[in-house]
């Protein structure tokens, strides 16, 4: 009997152990679910806090504010933009100017060292024309003498060297006549050949120049086609060798040409005051012969070479 009791004392101690740690799991399990969900609670509170209007009004706030900075930062970012093109517009207008004035100034400095070198030049050949005035006139009597105008650098030839008859063109024969053309033509060549080698003189013009009175024989043209006439003919006599006319200047071109100027370019002295031969030119205290003598003659007149301002 005793034994029969001990098994069944000893099975029921079993279950009731066994009872025992099934309850301690199904607690533990209830206390985890009970933490998940607490933790589910404070979630979903936390996010109902958020979503409160007075949360949403300050996170509007907050976010209008950054807008606002926003808007304000692109309207600068534009104005700068437009600022930036203008100054740019402005750059190129001022790199323009300073490319033509640039331009400019560079044709000056050109320019200005080509007109010093004309002035140079010009100077050097007033020089021998006025030795070449002088050695003319030292085969001349003092009342025949040529004049050299420095001003138009031309040498003028009087009436009393040269003297036509009345309306005609033909050339005195006469021996002082001929001797002095004669020497001058000998003069010239030397003189220019010099100045052709140095380039200082580009061309030479032979002028014939008369007084207003009509010309019956020939009333159309007139002074134009003696002075023309006489111009011719003077280069004819002093071309005689042929010298003169085989001359040419720096670009190849012939050094001479003839022009006829009838009355229309009375000497200029007339304006200014300068002396011609003896006289005082001042035309109203001359007398009509006087005048007329004055305004009769031949020019020779010199043009100085510079390529630089051709």
């Known amino acids: 009997m005793r034994s029969v009791r001990s098994y069944n004392d000893s099975k029921e101690q079993t279950e009731i152990g066994s009872n025992f740690w099934i309850s301690f799991t199904d607690i533990m399990s209830c206390l985890l679910l009970i933490f998940l969900f607490l933790l589910t609670i404070n979630l979903v509170s936390a996010q109902a806090d958020s979503a409160t209007p007075e949360a949403m009004r300050a996170k509007i706030h907050e976010l209008s504010v950054k807008v606002t900075n926003l ?12 600022d930036l093109k203008k100054k740019n517009s402005q750059l190129a207008w001022f790199k323009d100017r ?3 004035y640039k331009e400019k100034y560079e044709r000056m400095v050109s320019e200005y060292g080509a007109y010093d070198a004309y002035d140079s030049a010009e100077k050097k050949l007033i020089d021998s024309i006025e030795k070449l005035t002088a050695e003319i006139n030292r085969d001349l009597d003092d009342e025949k003498r040529v004049v050299f105008d420095k001003t138009s650098k031309t040498i003028h030839i009087p009436e009393s060297l040269i003297r036509f008859e009345k309306g005609k063109s033909d050339l005195p024969q006469d021996r ?5 053309i004669s020497n001058l033509s000998s003069k010239l060549d030397n003189h220019l050949k010099t100045l ?3 380039s200082l003189v580009d061309s030479v013009f032979i002028e014939g120049h008369t007084d207003s009175d009509p010309v019956r024989s020939d009333p159309e043209k007139g002074n134009w086609k003696l002075s023309s006439d006489r111009a011719i003919n003077f280069w004819l006599a002093l071309d005689k060798n042929k010298n003169l006319s085989k001359l040419q200047n720096s670009d190849g071109a012939k050094l001479f040409s003839v022009s006829g100027y009838a009355d229309s370019r009375p000497h200029e002295c007339s304006i200014d005051g300068r002396s011609y031969r003896t006289l005082e030119c001042n035309w109203d205290e001359l007398t009509k012969v006087e005048s007329d003598s004055l305004k009769r003659r031949i020019d020779i007149r010199f043009n100085t070479y510079h390529k630089g301002l051709r």
């Open 196 to 198: 052709r080698k140095q």
């Open 98 to 100: 300073y490319s033509e």
């Open 71 to 82: 808007e304000e930062q692109n309207s600068q970012l534009r104005a700068d933009y437009e």
């Open 176 to 180: 002082d006549t001929r001797l002095f």
